[in-house]
DNA sequence: TATTGTTATACTCTATAACTATA
DNA sequence: TATAGTTATAGAGTATAACAATA
């Protein structure tokens, strides 16, 4: 992925000394990143991408978005919501969440049942299939991605990572 | 926005009890958010989504995005370079640079020059009003954008942080 | 009148193939 | 033959309005 690989270019800094004549053959360096280093926005997105990526590689053979994989998490830990309460709470709007709940209820993962009370919501149940799904992909989860992550912050860093990334959605 | 709203509902955790027979009026709180609270690609998309947002808002009066941004920041910082450098270096795909170029030039903040050593290429340079914009959009960022984040989280922590991402960013 | 799930739609991002003009 | 910029296009992700069924 193109991406990917610009990542890589951009992180590795070279020296900023202006274009002195007659230096054509060491034109084509990194580029400078200049105050970019410095705005957490951008390495924000640039980890982001990258953490995506790899978890995508890591549950592939069960092919699971991080998208899908939260969604079924979430019916795990929430049995009896609606869809209208699984999707606010991922941030996901209800009108796209339509074609997640079909995709995933066409895998046989998880299904809609039309509540008693109230017989214009959906329940949303997993299924047996879902419930084998979601204990493998967690186990892939935990002991490839984020061992890989573990092993590249360190378990303490880790942990601080995690608290910072989570106030920051929630409080900034 | 929707994404907004149920970040902060997603972000307030409550009791896991099992629902008991007789507490139908306890129904409607916060759902439980189980592994997804300890899962770091979802805290890192949660924060990214938020960050992205303040930078909106606080560089709005110029109209610039992010990626918009970073464009003007590199090419300060990088004279004499050619769209496919540029790109590159930001992850941005060649094809889809065009049109963010297109309309940074429309808005007279950066033109294309034919280069005269390979007719093929063009060299991008800031104009004279991209770089008062660009100036203009620094001081917002560091003393709106940054300063927030800085506040929210205290200075060192603030380090940690962009070391860790931009660590991820590289080397992940 | 309000809410749930849904459809339709649109806009942004991202991704790939293929063209043109140069080299 | 290869490269730089471009066009066309397709697919995700995200956003809003409006409708039918139900409350």
């Known amino acids: 992925m193109t991406?990917?690989?610009a990542t890589t270019d951009a992180v590795k800094p070279s020296r900023p000394r202006d274009k002195e004549p007659g230096d054509e053959a060491v034109e084509n360096a990194a580029l400078?990143?200049?105050?970019l280093a410095e705005l957490l926005?951008?390495?924000?997105?640039?980890?982001?991408?990258?953490v995506?990526?790899?978890f995508l590689r890591c549950v592939e053979p069960l092919q699971l978005t991080p998208a899908?994989?939260?969604v079924l998490l979430l019916l795990d830990n929430n049995p009896?919501?609606?869809?209208?309460e699984i999707a606010n709470t991922l941030g996901i709007l209800r009108p796209n969440f339509v074609s997640m709940l079909d995709a995933l209820e066409s895998r046989d993962l998880c299904a809609r049942?039309?509540?008693t009370n109230d017989r214009r919501s959906h329940i949303l149940v997993l299924t047996e299939k879902g419930r084998a799904v979601l204990?493998?992909?967690k186990k892939l989860v935990a002991s490839k991605h984020e061992a890989r992550l573990n092993e590249l912050l360190g378990p303490e860093n880790r942990v601080a990572l995690l608290e910072m990334l989570s106030k920051i959605a929630a409080e900034f």
């Not at 400078?32 to 105050?35: A, I, K």
């Not at 009896?80 to 209208?84: C, P, S, V």
């Open 41 to 50: 926005g951008y390495s924000l997105k640039r980890a982001q991408l990258k």
């Open 113 to 115: 049942m039309r509540s």
């Open 32 to 35: 400078q990143m200049g105050e």
């Open 52 to 54: 995506f990526e790899d």
């Open 68 to 70: 899908q994989f939260s």
């Open 80 to 84: 009896g919501r609606n869809q209208t």
């Open 3 to 5: 991406v990917s690989k």
């Open 135 to 137: 204990v493998r992909a």
